[in-house]
């Protein structure tokens, strides 16, 4: 079946990009490079991989399930790394995965969902510029994707820092998105670190692909991810955190209801036996024949219970 790419450029060496010329990869000698921005369910997507990419790149571009890695291959690169989900209705921490695989003069990038990194450079080349080679590519996509990771971390540092506001400063223990936020961070967290590992290795990964005058660029980019990792570590704590406080808080006040009932009950028991034996409809009850009896049982209840409370004062049960 015929293929229909996302996008499809050649980019020449001084970064000028025009629309690639045919779907096959260029030559050996040609100049520059070609791009071809690929969706992973175009029917006709398998069988091109399988036709012009080796075994290894063509199973690691359609494979279903992925995390972020890379791994050298031949004079190629194959490299999963994913991005912050920003589509319209998706959740950030759903991230997407873009499948890639690159050699001198060839650049292959797989996508099933939207990317807005990789959205900005589609832009660039439509306007007519690109990173003049692939390596350039790579680590100025890593380097989108990092800023996305980053910006999110940072949205989720502010949302943390007002709920702590709002809990330790203004007492407010009503917090129904503490729990979707920690499960964001984690699901972040989950997929972010494995991109860490992979961004650092690629920084340091022996291929022809990847000039040694680039590897500084992508060990900071490495860098960056890093922090967002340790800064989304810090959010987490900072949400255990809190959600221990609203623990210990609410088990706190159990306990203080709880006492106070049993108080109540310590006091109320004896009146209450001395009301119940009182109240039976047998002859010999004391004072049914006095007008003041009823008067004195009240007096009598009200000091017991008087009586109760100084004696639980006394012995600091209150």
């Not at 990009?17 to 100049?31: M, N």
């Not at 502010?158 to 007492?171: A, K, L, R």
């Not at 990792?229 to 255990?240: A, D, F, S």
């Not at 106070?260 to 034996?277: D, Y």
Request: hydrophobic share 40%; proline share 7%; net charge negative.
């Amino acid at each position: 079946m015929r293929l229909t790419p996302v996008c499809a450029f050649d980019i020449s060496p001084d970064g000028a990009a025009r629309p690639a010329a045919a779907l096959e990869p260029l030559p050996d000698g040609a100049k520059g490079y070609r791009w071809l921005h690929l969706n992973l369910d175009d029917p006709g997507f398998s069988d091109w991989v399988d036709r012009h990419l080796p075994p290894l790149a063509a199973r690691s571009l359609k494979a279903t399930e992925t995390r972020p890695r890379v791994t050298a291959q031949g004079e190629g690169l194959v490299l999963t790394l994913r991005g912050v989900n920003l589509n319209a209705g998706a959740e950030v921490e759903d991230m997407v995965s873009i499948r890639i695989w690159a050699t001198h003069n060839l650049l292959v990038t797989v996508r099933r969902r939207r990317i807005f990194a990789m959205d900005d450079l589609r832009q660039e080349a439509s306007e007519g510029h690109a990173p003049p080679t692939t390596a350039e590519f790579l680590s100025t996509l890593s380097e989108g994707l990092t800023e996305r990771i980053e910006t999110v971390s940072l949205e989720l540092d502010e949302i943390t820092e007002q709920m702590e506001t709002e809990v330790y400063d203004e007492q407010d223990e009503n917090q129904p998105e503490l729990a979707p936020l920690r499960r964001k961070v984690i699901k972040l967290r989950r997929h972010i670190g494995p991109q860490t590992d992979a961004l650092n290795l690629l920084a340091v990964i022996e291929t022809p692909v990847i000039p040694p005058a680039l590897r500084p660029r992508l060990h900071e980019n490495a860098n960056r991810a890093t922090r967002s990792v340790e800064e989304l570590h810090e959010v987490r704590e900072r949400l255990t955190a809190i959600s221990d406080h609203l623990d210990l808080a609410q088990t706190s006040r159990m306990g203080r209801n709880g006492f106070a009932l049993s108080v109540i009950a310590v006091i109320f028991l004896p009146l209450g036996f001395l009301t119940g034996l009182f109240g039976v409809n047998l002859g010999g009850i004391p004072g049914a024949q006095s007008p003041l009896g009823f008067l004195v049982l009240c007096l009598a209840l009200g000091a017991l219970g008087v009586g109760l409370y100084i004696v639980m004062r006394w012995r600091r049960w209150l």
